[in-house]
């Protein structure tokens, strides 16, 4: 794939929490108006996307506000994955599912437990249904891109 070294070299900027971090992170922040504080500070440390990347075929359907997604498949089997959102809540859970997901082989992406994961974190009681949604379209674009 064309552009492979400039997706893993933008992924590999910024923070690289992986998904026991955040866990950890969620768990030390006690209620939800800390944990929402955590998730808009994730969402602050993601590198934001070239323009050139925010472009309609990028565009993640199923998404209130707009994000865009990018991956690759390095030679080694593992996934590289770019995401975007216009939001900053969105911007902040896009960090949480890139934790779960990025720089992994397709089998481990399609394995894991994203729902129990979402769960341990409280997500899904907080979240507005649109915001699960959007979520969830998240998960299956990169769950997507990870099968082809």
Known sequence: MTGMNTLESYTAIGIEPNAETLRQQFA????????????IQLGKQLPVLPPEWQQEDHRLKGCESQAWLRGERSEDGCWHFACDSDARIVRGLIVLVLAAFNH???????????????????????????????????????????AS
């Open 28 to 39: 030390a922040a006690h209620g939800w108006e800390n944990q929402y504080r955590l998730i």
């Open 104 to 146: 992994q082989p397709a089998e481990a992406i399609q394995a894991f437990d994203i729902e129990a994961y979402f769960s341990e974190l409280g997500l899904e009681k907080h979240l507005s249904p649109s915001r699960g949604n959007g979520l969830r379209a998240i998960v299956q674009g990169i769950r997507a891109l990870a």
